[in-house]
Nanobody
Framework: VQLQASGGGLVQTGGSLRLSCAASGPAFSRKSFDRYPVAWFRQAPGQGRELVAAASWSGRTTEYADSVQGRFTISRDNVKKMVYLQMNRLRPEDTATYYC???????????????????WGQGTLVTVSS
């Protein structure tokens, strides 16, 4: 089972990045990808992991951290088994390693607790310069 995150990099304050997360492997072949709630978390150096955005199975229900509301957008393509995070108006405080996650519970709700996620990507580093 794999979640492969990509799209991180160095960007100036006010810039944009789009992160992608590709799901592959036996678990994601055994069940339809729309059975997995998904999310993006981030972890800055010396800090804990925090939720950035989460989406329900359909992607129609989403949840965002207050700090990114209105700037970031989570989306998913269940046919392609992809999850995206569009990040606009980036700030230095957005600098962190970003992780995608998937929950195999089959719930249709948004899942916001990191401990409830079963699969994690390897992380992609986003650095925002001031």
């Amino acid at each position: 089972v794999q979640l492969q995150a990509s799209g991180g990099g160095l960007v100036q304050t006010g810039g944009s990045l789009r992160l992608s997360c590709a799901a592959s492997g036996p678990a994601f072949s055994r069940k339809s990808f729309d059975r997995y709630p998904v999310a993006w978390f981030r972890q800055a150096p010396g800090q804990g992991r925090e939720l950035v955005a989460a989406a329900s199975w359909s992607g129609r229900t989403t949840e965002y951290a207050d700090s990114v509301q209105g700037r970031f957008t989570i989306s998913r393509d269940n046919v392609k088994k992809m999850v995206y995070l569009q990040m606009n108006r980036l700030r230095p405080e957005d600098t962190a390693t970003y992780y995608c996650a998937a929950d195999e519970s089959g719930r249709t709700i948004v899942v916001v607790v990191a401990e409830e996620y079963d699969y994690w990507g390897q992380g992609t580093l986003v650095t925002v310069s001031s």
